[in-house]
Each structure stands twice: as structure tokens, then as C-alpha cells.
């Protein structure tokens, strides 16, 4: 069983940035496709970014494109998100996922991904 650990979540001003970070355990040597969503107040479920198992390919979605940068250090488990110029419509649950398969192409939804962090809170304030 995959267990994932998200931390680096805070509050901060437009404009500011911020790296949030998750740890897996339970993977395989070389890990399956991992990535974030985010979860609006009151809102829907959005993708946001993920990253292939040997950490060659990204995707992000086109709100965050040039902004955040998404990166594996599979020797750590880790998977993190650098946030750049964050803007109030950032603010959200953001939601470390992890797939078995190492490969990403086309895992936007839900059931893309078959294991789940507790999330991590993004507060940015204009």
C-alpha cells in the first residue's frame, strides 16, 4: 500500500511562492506517475500538474503553465511542486496522487490515480 505525506502548504501574499513536497512509501524502486490536484472552496476537483516515473515528462495545466514547476527525486520519494508567482485564485487543498503505472500521458480524472494524500492547504491573499 502507497502512503503519501504532503507538507509545505502555508499562506502567502500575491505574488509569493511556495514548494510543497510529498513523500511516498510503499512504491517500487522507480515509482509510477505522480502529481497534484487542487481543490477549490466550494468548488470541483482540478489537475493541476503530474510527472512521470523517472521524472522525464511533465504536464501542467495551462492556469499554472511557466508558474509552477513540478519535479521527482525518486532516491527520496519525493515529489515536489514549486509555486512562483501565486495569485489568490491559487488558494486550494492541493492533494499529492500517485498512480501504479509509471507512465502519465492523458491522467487528468479522479480515477487516474490510484492513491491519494491528505492534502495540503495554499492560502494566497491579495
Known amino acids: 500500500q502507497v502512503h503519501l505525506m504532503e507538507s509545505g502548504g502555508g499562506s502567502v501574499q500575491a505574488g509569493g511562492s511556495l514548494r510543497l513536497s510529498c513523500v511516498a512509501s510503499?512504491?517500487?524502486?522507480?515509482?509510477?506517475?505522480m502529481g497534484w490536484f487542487r481543490q477549490f472552496p466550494e468548488q470541483g476537483l482540478e489537475w493541476v500538474s503530474r510527472?512521470?516515473?523517472?521524472?522525464?515528462?511533465?504536464y501542467y495545466t495551462g492556469s499554472v503553465k511557466g508558474r509552477f514547476t513540478i519535479s521527482r527525486d525518486n532516491s527520496k520519494n519525493t515529489v515536489y511542486l514549486q509555486m512562483n508567482n501565486l495569485k489568490p485564485e491559487d488558494t486550494a487543498l492541493y492533494y499529492c496522487v500517485a498512480a501504479s503505472a509509471s507512465w502519465c500521458a492523458g491522467r487528468t480524472g479522479r480515477a487516474d490515480f490510484d492513491f491519494w494524500g491528505q492534502g495540503t492547504q495554499v492560502t494566497v491573499s491579495s
Open positions: 510503499g512504491y517500487t524502486d522507480t515509482g509510477g506517475c
Open positions: 510527472v512521470s516515473g523517472g521524472g522525464e515528462t511533465t
